[in-house]
């Protein structure tokens, strides 16, 4: 898609937004540049929300004014690596995805900024880079406890001192996976539930006496496992 019409396109998608949910946006714009990110090949910047702060000169917090910023560059980079690229879907979504970062801003929330945070720190993960290992504790968990990032279902559980089996429950029933013993922080790929895409967080509980006492640094272990059944337990 040209950038004449990716822009004229943007703009319609703009105007069907209603004026209430806009308010505060100063401009949508476009950039012909592509905005790689620093770190990752091919993963680019779709958009932004460049937003100041206005005092009110009444002592109070003032307006919160934001610009919206979209990249043609990162869409047409990010189309030539896929030829099923959904232009339109995609800038929909990096549209309503600015904008709520607008709206969040305003009311003085980080939400959407943390979720970002996450999902940055799940690709360093995933690419082997440093990362922090409670990125995911940013995510609200649903009722069933679980952390669903991006296509991933995060379940944290804490193990024993000691212990090589860690035990989770997954939709009714128990299951049970294997770490090493002395690993203090492992993250478990689950290869047969939920279509590898479960990661069991497991967490060794210390003993109080080693509370106080600083970690070893070594960085958590990365592990792919197949969960067994607990016997008796529902799991099949």
């Not at 105007?15 to 505060?24: F, H, N, S, T």
């Not at 091919?42 to 003032?62: A, F, I, N, Q, R």
């Not at 939709?171 to 090493?180: A, L, W």
């Not at 497991?202 to 969960?227: H, V």
Request: some cysteine.
């Amino acid at each position: 898609m040209k950038r004449g019409e990716f822009a004229r396109l943007a703009g319609r998608m703009w105007d069907e937004i209603p004026g209430l949910a806009r308010q505060g946006v100063e401009a949508l714009s476009v950039e012909a540049r592509a905005l790689p990110h620093p770190d990752f090949e091919d993963v680019y910047t779709l958009g932004e929300c460049v937003t100041e702060e206005w005092p009110s000169g009444y002592g109070g917090e003032g307006d919160t004014r934001s610009e919206l910023v979209l990249y043609h560059g990162s869409f047409a980079a990010l189309a030539a690596l896929d030829p099923a690229f959904d232009w339109e879907g995609e800038l929909w979504e990096t549209i309503l995805h600015e904008l709520l970062h607008h709206r969040e801003a305003a009311a003085g929330e980080s939400g959407l900024e943390e979720l970002d945070r996450a999902e940055e720190q799940n690709l360093r993960r995933l690419s082997g880079r440093p990362f922090d290992p409670g990125f995911y504790r940013a995510v609200p968990a649903g009722a069933d406890g679980i952390v669903r990032l991006d296509s991933e279902s995060f379940l944290e559980t804490t193990v024993p001192e000691g212990a090589s089996e860690v035990r989770f429950s997954w939709r009714g029933g128990d299951y049970e996976v294997r770490i090493p013993p002395d690993a203090r922080l492992a993250f478990v790929a689950v290869a047969n539930l939920a279509g590898g895409r479960l990661c069991v967080v497991a967490r060794r509980r210390r003993p109080w006496w080693r509370a106080w006492t600083r970690g070893s640094g070594a960085p958590p272990a990365e592990l792919t496992r197949r969960a067994l059944p607990v016997p008796g337990n529902g799991a099949g």
